[in-house]
Structure formats: structure tokens, C-alpha cells
């Protein structure tokens, strides 16, 4: 069973575009929600992560928008530039347990 | 500059043939995990490791999958004997309990089995 569902499977968006990637979840015992990107041929690399406590999380371009009662949270790319084309996963975890719930990964293609 | 080493980057062998793949986690950190991604199945856990012990290794067939831990700075991932499905790429993390949750990944071993 898919702890954490991800979608879209794959976006484009024209460059300056704002792609957002969804991603959903069903165990309330989840308190640490991180965005791993990943270019090919490299390993998923950290980009942003947040905590229940807040809403949402901005970090440069990228905000993270967290919506504790409906237990969905997504990533936003403001400005998007051709090098953010990548795929992105979204995960889940509980503190203490170390283990991430990864989403199966949204492909994400930037037109210049 | 920290980071986890994982070697061979590249590995084609054929079908029956034993597969070792090793990562060096990054140093101080205590747990370590492994995956394997493909097209299909995207990232899954294989099996994870807290202060060397195994915690979990539910994500692995048993019958031809063995991962280990011979000491702090290197965790090793074997398959005996390999089949063509299990080409794939393996990523190998490690992150520190207790720590925010990150884990850092290394750059992973292509597995092509022919």
C-alpha cells in the first residue's frame, strides 16, 4: 500500500511558469514532510522540507504548502527556470522512526 | 565536502552471477538504508540499517538478496544469484537518528543483468 500518493506522473510548463506536484497522505502519526529532487544520473538530493506546525515553507523559489486537516501538502516552483527540470518526490515521516514513505516521483520538464 | 560513496557506479553481469555493491556512508551517521529504483516501481526501500543492526529488510527478497554492515563506514548489498529483473539503479542513504529525518543519498550502482 502507497503511504504517500504523488501526481501528476509528469508536468511541462513554459519557463517562468509555476508547476505545482501534489501529494497525499494517511497516517496522522506523520510529522516531517520533505521534496527530494533528482537529476539523471545522480542520487535524490534534499530540497525543502516542513513540520504539521505551519502551513507552508518557502525557501528561494520553492514553497512547500501544508494542509494538516485534509493531510495533502505540495511544492510550488515560482519562476521556473529549464534547470529545475528534474523529478521530484515528496515523503513522509515520523520523527524518531528515520524510515521515509517516498511518493512515486513527478517528472518535471521546463520549456525555455 | 560530505558525502555518501557508492562503488561500482556501473555494473553489467549476467544472469546467475553474484553482485556486490558497497556504500560508504558519511561519517557519523548511524543509519543507513538502501533502495532500488526502476521506471516501474520508482524508489523502494530495500532495507535499513540503525548503528549497524538490521531494522528492517521486509523490502528485499530473502531468497537471493543479503545486505550487511561489516562495520561503521561500509554497508554492503548483495545479490546471489542475479536475474535480469533485478536491473536496476540501487541507491544507498545514510542520516543520523534523531537528527531532522534528512537522509543523503549517494549517486547510486546501475545494475544491468543480461
Known amino acids: 500500500q502507497q503511504q504517500v500518493k504523488q501526481s501528476p506522473q509528469s508536468l511541462i510548463v513554459q519557463k517562468g511558469g509555476i508547476p505545482i506536484i501534489n501529494c497525499a497522505y494517511e497516517?496522522?502519526?506523520?510529522?516531517?514532510f520533505p521534496w527530494y529532487q533528482q537529476f539523471p544520473g545522480k542520487g535524490p538530493a534534499l530540497l525543502i522540507a516542513?513540520?504539521?506546525?505551519?502551513s507552508e515553507k518557502k525557501e528561494g523559489r520553492f514553497t512547500i504548502s501544508f494542509n494538516k486537516s485534509a493531510k495533502q501538502f505540495s511544492l510550488h516552483i515560482m519562476d521556473s527556470q529549464p534547470g529545475d527540470s528534474a523529478t521530484y518526490f515528496c515523503?513522509?515521516?515520523?520523527?524518531?522512526?528515520?524510515?521515509?514513505?517516498f511518493g512515486t516521483g513527478t517528472r518535471l520538464t521546463v520549456i525555455p | 565536502d560530505a558525502r555518501v560513496t557508492q562503488t561500482p557506479r556501473h555494473k553489467v553481469t549476467e544472469m546467475g552471477q553474484e553482485v556486490t555493491m558497497r556504500c560508504q556512508p558519511i561519517?557519523?551517521?548511524?543509519?543507513v538504508f538502501w533502495y532500488r529504483q526502476t521506471m516501474m516501481q520508482g524508489l523502494e526501500l530495500l532495507a535499513y540499517?540503525?548503528?549497524?543492526?538490521?531494522?528492517?529488510d521486509s523490502g528485499m527478497p530473502k531468497d537471493r538478496f543479503s545486505a550487511e554492515m561489516p562495520d561503521a563506514t561500509l554497508a554492503t548489498l548483495k545479490i546471489q544469484p542475479s536475474e535480469p529483473r533485478d536491473s536496476a539503479v540501487y541507491f544507498c542513504?545514510?542520516?543520523?537518528?534523531?537528527?531532522?529525518?534528512?537522509?543523503?543519498f549517494g549517486p547510486g550502482t546501475r545494475l544491468t543483468v543480461l
Open positions: 540499517f540503525r548503528n549497524r543492526a538490521p531494522l528492517d
Open positions: 516542513i513540520r504539521p506546525d505551519v
Open positions: 561519517l557519523g551517521h548511524n543509519t
Open positions: 515523503a513522509a515521516s515520523k520523527t524518531g522512526a528515520n524510515n521515509l514513505f
Open positions: 497516517n496522522t502519526a506523520f510529522d516531517y
Open positions: 542513504a545514510s542520516g543520523l537518528q534523531g537528527g531532522k529525518g534528512t537522509q543523503y
